[in-house]
């Protein structure tokens, strides 16, 4: 059986590269009845950068109805708010005490994060890791399903299990990341070197789930393409093989159906249609959330279920840390 824990930060709208690199990871793993699935709003990680409280209470319930819209079935998979167990950050503490330093010095997230803050950047963004580290080892976490570039806090997660057991005794599953090839790090349709995120501050190269197909026809036929006429999928042409998996994802066809689909044709077709297909890919998840936003009492049922399921297997674990660390009496 394997244990899989993943989650979004509720720090903008989710996106078309959130959903490809990670949700439909999710879905994929949902499918495999034995699996034990736990999928978490973080919101603690969301404040490691400032956020308006009234927007970032907004958002937590906004992500979670797109987790569910999106196909996370509640009956299937515990969904809850990160900071409606307390156990994360009593573990992040005791992991604060025994992770070196020069450990969370390598993490690049933060390198590139602490770079845009204007007003100075806080511990808590420096610390942002091991939050994340006891997010996964309080659950016996077996497998997180990631983007690229969450590749590096898995493995400073593997280090921390390993050093904790080493020091205490047996206690917490190193995780494995799990990383889907094609996916893991789909480009901003305005600068393919730059990946796709929710808080780019334009928008015009970011595919939300709740873009207007009028948004998705204008992002999609402002995207940029490469050098050439060619829709190929190719080292030299990144703009147009973002644009590939894109489509492939949202489409169910593979990127070489696609790539003959559109010998000889020009970007004009390719991308009206991948815009037509987009469009038609995100209504049925637009139709559900708006329900789920009209009524918020199922919502609010699926997050207590998922809160009170964590906190229930997270609780076994504090406990035995408590016990092997020598807290409490
Ligand atoms: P931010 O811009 O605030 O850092 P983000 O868009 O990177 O946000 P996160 O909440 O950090 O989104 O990431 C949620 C999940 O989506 C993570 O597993 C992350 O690896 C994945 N992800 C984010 N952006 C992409 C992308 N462009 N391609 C593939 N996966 C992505
Ligand atoms: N750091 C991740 C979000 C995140 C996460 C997790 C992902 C927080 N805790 C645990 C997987 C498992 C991000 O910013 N994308």
Request: glycine share 6%; hydrophobic share 35%.
């Amino acid at each position: 059986m394997k244990t899989i824990f993943s989650g979004i930060q509720p720090s903008g709208n989710l996106h078309i590269g959130n959903y490809i690199g990670t949700i439909s990871q999710w879905m994929k793993l949902q499918q495999e009845s034995s699996n034990e699935l736990i999928f978490c709003i973080v919101d603690l990680h969301a404040i490691t950068v400032p956020q308006d409280p009234k927007m970032l209470r907004q958002k937590i319930v906004e992500v979670a109805a797109l987790y569910v819209a999106s196909g996370i079935d509640p009956k299937k998979s515990n969904i809850f708010v990160q900071s409606e167990n307390s156990d994360h950050t009593y573990l992040t503490w005791i992991f604060d005490c025994m992770i070196p330093m020069g450990w969370m010095n390598r993490m690049t997230q933060f390198k590139d994060k602490s770079a845009k803050q204007a007003e100075g950047t806080t511990v808590g963004l420096f610390n942002y890791p091991a939050l994340m580290a006891a997010d996964i080892l309080l659950y016996d976490t077996t497998h997180v399903p990631v983007g690229e570039d969450q590749r590096q806090h898995i493995e400073l997660t593997r280090d921390i299990a390993e050093k904790f057991n080493k020091i205490y005794g047996e206690t917490f599953v190193p995780p494995e990341p799990m990383i889907d090839k094609q996916a893991a790090r789909m480009m901003s349709l305005q600068n393919p070197t730059s990946k796709m995120s929710k808080s780019d501050k334009d928008q015009t190269g970011t595919i939300n789930l709740l873009d207007s197909a009028g948004e998705i026809r204008k992002k999609i036929q402002r995207a940029v393409t490469d050098s050439g006429s060619e829709i190929v999928y190719r080292e030299d042409k990144p703009a147009v093989s973002n644009l590939l998996i894109i489509y492939s994802k949202v489409s169910g066809k593979s990127v070489s159906e696609i790539e003959s689909q559109y010998q000889g044709k020009g970007y004009g077709d390719f991308k009206k249609d991948l815009a037509e297909a987009m469009v038609e890919f995100l209504t049925p998840i637009q139709k559900r959330y708006n329900e789920l936003m009209k009524n918020k009492d199922e919502l609010s049922k699926i997050l207590d279920a998922g809160a009170e399921f964590a906190r229930h297997k997270s609780s076994k674990k504090i406990e035995m840390v408590k016990k092997v660390v020598g807290l409490g009496r």
